[in-house]
């Protein structure tokens, strides 16, 4: 196991500072939104850009991995992610931002696809499930700590975004600088959801209806925290215990 971690700590610390960066800035935008007028319904619908990227990225992201690799693919997207986060604090409105979330979506998804399968790769069959056990814990980890970000300055301002690019940024160093081997992707497979239900139907059930929950939790959790009356610093205990 201290073998396993010794070639994996830069991929698991990577993805801690990604995970630190999407809770915050989940949370942060729909705090904003509402601040800068939005109805629930609208900064609702800007949050699903973000999942409507994560569906595209799913789909393209691995292609993309294949040809690459996946030391230059996690760059690419990082330094996308970095950028986009910065432009929501220079341009607000509701297709700017809604483009933007999509553009993260899509990138954080191809970290994630990264990430899974390099951890997945670098295990062998006796160490793999500890090793996704611990990528786990450092993924959730990361996204509750992130809410309580929220308290270090006002969302009003853009300290809190610049914030969430340098957390992105940081992600990057060990993964680069780090000489680790690179999975094998040169065989993959596809299926689409029918195949997939029918080899897993309960499965594929349960995934829509938790996703759906997941979804709507981090997409207006925070809104209707504040919607309620709570202060900025209560938003971020409200979402970081559901986390």
Known sequence: MFTLLKTTWALFFGIAMIMLANGLQGSLIGIRASLEGYSSFTAGLIMTGYYAGFLAGAYFAPTRIKKVGHVRMFAAFASIASITILLHSLHVSFLGWFIMRFITGFCFVGMY???????????????????????????????????????????????????????????????????????????????????????????????????????????????????????????????????
């Open 113 to 243: 696809t990264v990430a899974e399968s390099w951890v997945n790769d670098l295990a062998d069959n006796e160490h793999r499930g500890k090793a996704l056990s611990i990528y786990m814990i450092v993924s959730m980890s990361g996204s509750a700590f992130g809410q309580l970000f929220l308290n270090i300055s006002s969302p009003e301002t853009a300290t809190l975004f610049m914030l969430v690019s340098i957390l992105i940024s940081i992600s990057l160093v060990p993964i680069l600088i780090t000489v680790s081997k690179q999975p094998d992707f040169s065989v993959t497979e596809f299926l689409t959801i029918k195949q997939l239900y029918k080899a897993s139907p309960l499965g594929v059930v349960t995934a829509i209806i938790v996703g759906a929950a997941h979804g709507t939790l981090w997409g207006i959790g925070s809104i209707y925290g504040l919607k309620s009356g709570l202060t900025i610093e209560q938003v971020s205990i409200f979402m970081f215990t559901f986390v």
